[in-house]
């Protein structure tokens, strides 16, 4: 499971730590606090070279998740992710005020 503030997603992931927790590790001794997070989500067919690399299919859909880091309004990091659509479900959780 991929951590990210206020969201999960669960599925098979690459790596082991989360970008937020990535983020912060470097981000604050350099003097850039994290303020937010965004995330995009879309859904498109996968290319050639991600169908393989995912072993799937040839057009089969994937999704793409992209996640940014920022400090007020400084990037500080981008995960650019290609998921196979039907191995992962993305939840996402927010308050309601």
């Known amino acids: 499971m991929n951590s990210w503030p206020g969201t ?12 937020s927790s990535r983020a912060r590790a470097w981000s604050s001794p350099l003097g850039w606090p ?5 995330e995009s989500v879309s859904a498109r067919l996968a290319r050639p070279d991600e169908a393989d690399l995912l072993g799937l299919a040839y057009g089969l ?10 400090a007020e ?15 992962y479900e993305l939840l996402y959780r927010w308050a309601a005020d």
């Open 8 to 19: 999960e997603s669960r599925g098979r992931l690459c790596g082991t730590r989360s970008t």
């Open 34 to 38: 994290l303020t937010h997070f965004e």
């Open 73 to 87: 309004d400084t990037p500080v990091e981008v995960n650019d992710m290609v998921l196979a659509a039907d191995r």
């Open 61 to 70: 859909p994937v999704l793409r998740v992209t996640r940014l880091a920022l």
